[in-house]
């Protein structure tokens, strides 16, 4: 097992050595906004670059726009040569630019937009409080130190600072972000900063709430503000005529360029040390404990998950399993087949959403707590029909001796019948459980921080993906071989009792 775990993990480290240290000789072909025409153009997902590159591609001139939840994929996307060129904010496009010495920002603009709040339509209160906290923050001249401070020359000498005489009597202001958009919204020492959030905080002082940030995927920040699950969306969001009909925008509070990153023919290819990149990635501000603390969670989640998965298959297979064989239960057995076509016809992140954003909308419960009961839920359909096959595999002969020794169905069930399914569906129960644990890496679309989305931060702080990536996906595959290890040593010792 030692040995095995360590080839494969040596070959895994190798590979991504070389791919990490590879040189990318695509050319650049894009040198106006002229040359986007025809060309693959990477976007960040409800941007005015999305909008206005998905009218090029209306032209039929064989553009094509591929679409991101994160500047940084796009970027990755564009070193690789796998697409011409990225429309992107001006800000993030210039440290995706300092970070990344083969790229370029052409001196065209692309266009302007401007950035707003998204809050609920069924707050009309909180618009025009927010409206106002953003006029009274203009004409103090906070808001422009709050850019400063992040932007230009004067980068950290303007530091916002809550006022000392502020009271926080009115609740609890919560801002949802995709904090993958620097320097509106990045990881710094493990906290989200920047102009959004500092922005947040600015107005939360005004409205005399305390101030909380939910970092969560991009597209699901107006669907947070509208179940209620956070009060306000601000992250680099543009206002447009799709997202008006289902959410109430805020006064813009600042007006940014999307400008066009592209590969830099004449930049000098050095040799990266992986060495280097690997403490940049890992040690550096101890950017590690993301990993950790996402993979504690996601050990929780599956563990958690797996127990409440084992009764809800268990009592699934036992209805369908009585009915089968004796009848009755007749309404138990329609609600159970009813569970299980549902789960399984349905995919799991949509069904962690609804459980999230629907389900608990109105309730303030744990992102933790919502992952188990999401992931258990999802699990227990697979669970009951591992165990109900097993179930039917018994001979019906072995019910009816127990049946004249007096036992029950539901003892014949737990002594006779369970002992044998439990040894048959072994393997089985062990992939589905696996699979379980895979499946954890969706939590980061309602904003609980798995190993994947742990991955994700620090790829949005290096900018580099392949380490990041590499590493999560050697941790995954760490933990299902030891499961599968000890899921067969349990196997062994299993079929030695029976002889």
Request: charged residues 25%; hydrophobic residues 40%; aromatic residues 10%.
């Amino acid at each position: 097992m030692k040995k095995k775990l360590f080839f494969t993990v040596f070959i895994i480290m190798l590979i991504a050595g070389l791919a990490a240290c590879g040189k990318n000789e695509t050319k650049n072909t894009v040198f106006s906004k002229d040359d986007l025409s025809g060309k693959k153009i990477g976007v960040q997902l409800g941007t005015t670059g999305d909008t206005y590159c998905s009218d090029m591609e209306k032209d039929k001139d064989g553009t094509k726009v591929e679409r991101y939840n994160k500047g940084s994929d796009a970027i990755q996307s564009l070193k690789n040569g796998t697409i011409d060129a990225v429309v992107i904010d001006e800000q993030p496009a210039k440290a995706f630019v300092e970070a990344n010495s083969d790229l370029m920002i052409l001196d065209e603009e692309f266009t302007v937009e401007d950035y707003a709040i998204c809050i609920s339509k069924d707050n009309k209160e909180l618009t025009e409080k927010i409206n106002a906290a953003i006029d009274e923050l203009n004409s103090e001249g906070v808001i422009d130190k709050i850019k400063k401070n992040y932007i230009g020359d004067d980068t950290g000498k303007y530091p916002y600072e809550t006022p000392e005489e502020t009271t926080y009597d009115n609740g609890t202001l919560i801002m949802a972000t995709n904090a993958f958009f620097k320097p509106y919204e990045y990881y710094e020492n493990g906290q989200v900063v920047g102009i959004d959030a500092d922005l947040g905080q600015a107005i939360a002082d005004k409205l005399g709430m305390k101030f909380e940030i939910k970092d969560m995927e991009f597209d699901s920040i107006i669907t947070a503000v509208q179940s209620g699950k956070a009060n306000i969306g601000i992250s680099g969001m543009t206002v447009t005529e799709d997202r008006l009909k289902n959410i109430d925008f805020s006064t813009p509070y600042t007006t940014s360029k999307q400008v066009i990153v592209v590969r830099d023919n004449n930049a000098i290819k050095g040799n990266t040390n992986l060495a280097d990149k690997f403490k940049n990635d890992f040690i550096k501000d101890n950017r590690y404990q993301y990993i950790l603390k996402g993979l504690a969670n996601s050990i929780i989640i599956v563990f958690f998950a797996a127990i409440i998965g084992l009764v809800l298959g268990f009592f699934s297979a036992v209805v369908r399993s009585w009915h089968d064989k004796n009848g009755g239960l007749n309404i138990l057995n329609a609600i159970v087949r009813v569970y299980i076509t549902v789960i399984r016809g349905t995919p799991a992140m949509i069904q962690l959403l609804i459980i999230y954003y629907i389900v608990f909308a109105s309730v303030d419960v744990s992102k933790m707590v919502v992952a188990i009961v999401a992931f258990g839920i999802n699990s227990g359909a697979y669970v009951s029909e591992i165990f109900r096959s097993g179930i039917m595999a018994i001979d019906n002969g072995q019910f009816e001796a127990s049946r004249s020794l007096g036992m029950d169905f539901f003892q014949t069930m737990i002594f006779v019948v369970l002992p044998q399914v439990f040894k048959n569906v072994l393997p089985t129960l062990a992939n589905e459980f696996i699979v379980l644990l895979k499946e954890t890496s969706i939590c980061g679309y309602i904003g609980l921080n798995d190993v994947t989305r742990g991955g994700d931060i620090i790829r949005s702080i290096t900018y580099d993906a392949y380490l990041p990536l590499i590493l999560v996906a050697l941790i995954y595959l760490t933990i299902v071989l030891v499961l599968t290890h000890l899921v067969n040593k349990l196997e062994r010792r299993l079929r030695k009792n029976e002889r």
